[in-house]
């Protein structure tokens, strides 16, 4: 029997387990992938106190290292159903664990174009970390698509390794910070397309080209989709109250229900950033904290 039991083990969910497990409550955190959570794939952070510029791989393994030194047990197993109750089960590919308190930290997961033939090639030229597979394309073309600040951050890091960049953004304004978009304006091998659509993706075995709706035609090496995420609550869909666009409906305290907290991406708000994720994770926690408490 767990005191809290947190899906999720991006900086919401390392957060939220660090300030359990500093309360001295019998925590364990289950992550499916890996430890960070989509942070982990930005090839560079410049907005999280305490650090002037770090890569998001380097900012997760600090994560990681903060947890196991307090002894927070982290698992890579994938929740497969949660069941609530007094006492919550959770049952993963791995086992069935039963807890007294639950803080859904699940993230979101990268959008798609919706274009055919585009999930065959995913990891044949299309991607979406380029801290993780940027330097595949050292000294090549490459199109990023989005205008937000992923997608900027991410044309500025490939811009360093590659000999073209496209920027391709449906709208005629970029939606970054003013400052990376003048740091993106000032590269001479960045190309900026507004008002332009992918209409069409061209490849077998690995992508060999694109089409704009503008009909414009890029030959390129690899494409990097930054065109925001969308929220990982298909496990509680029909338990927690979701909104639209299937993010958690929550109190501003995190809590969706008795015993069940939600952190992070996955929680319907207003600003979705790293430091919005851990602040969640200290929220939720500082409940369960005081419901373990009220119900002893």
Do not use: H, W
């Not at 600040?149 to 044309?155: L, P, R």
């Amino acid at each position: 029997m767990y005191d809290c039991i947190i899906i999720g083990g991006g900086p919401a969910g390392i957060t939220a387990g660090i300030y359990c497990q500093r309360a001295n409550l019998k925590t364990i955190v289950f992550e499916k992938e890996t430890v960070g959570g989509q942070i982990a794939s930005s090839p560079l952070v410049e907005n999280f106190p305490g650090f002037k510029s770090i890569s998001g791989v380097e900012l997760a393994n600090n994560f990681y290292e903060q947890a196991e030194s307090l002894g927070l047990p982290i698992e890579i197993e994938e929740v497969l159903e949660i069941i609530p109750g007094k006492i919550n089960k959770v049952v993963t590919d791995m086992g069935e664990y039963e807890a007294k308190t639950i803080i859904l930290a699940t993230g979101a997961k990268y959008r798609l174009l919706g274009l055919p033939n585009e999930t065959n090639l995913i990891g044949k030229g299309i991607s979406f970390c380029t801290s993780c597979d940027g330097a595949f394309y050292k000294g090549k073309d490459v199109a990023v698509i989005g205008g937000a600040n992923s997608a900027v951050t991410n044309a500025l890091y490939m811009s360093n390794l590659c000999n073209k960049v496209y920027l391709i953004y449906r709208g005629d304004k970029l939606k970054c910070e003013e400052v990376l978009k003048d740091k993106l304006e000032a590269k001479d091998n960045v190309e900026i397309i507004y008002n332009a659509n992918v209409k069409k993706i061209i490849g077998e075995e690995e992508l060999e080209k694109i089409i704009l709706d503008n009909n414009r035609e890029l030959t390129i090496n690899g494409m990097f989709i930054s065109i925001g995420m969308d929220a990982e609550t298909k496990l509680v869909k029909e338990m927690l109250p979701l909104s639209e666009k299937s993010y958690v409906l929550s109190d501003d305290c995190t809590t969706t229900n008795n015993n069940i907290f939600v952190a992070g991406d996955c929680r319907e708000k207003k600003v979705r950033q790293l430091t919005t994720a851990v602040s969640d994770g200290a929220v939720a926690a500082t409940n369960v904290i005081k419901y373990i408490e009220n119900n002893q």
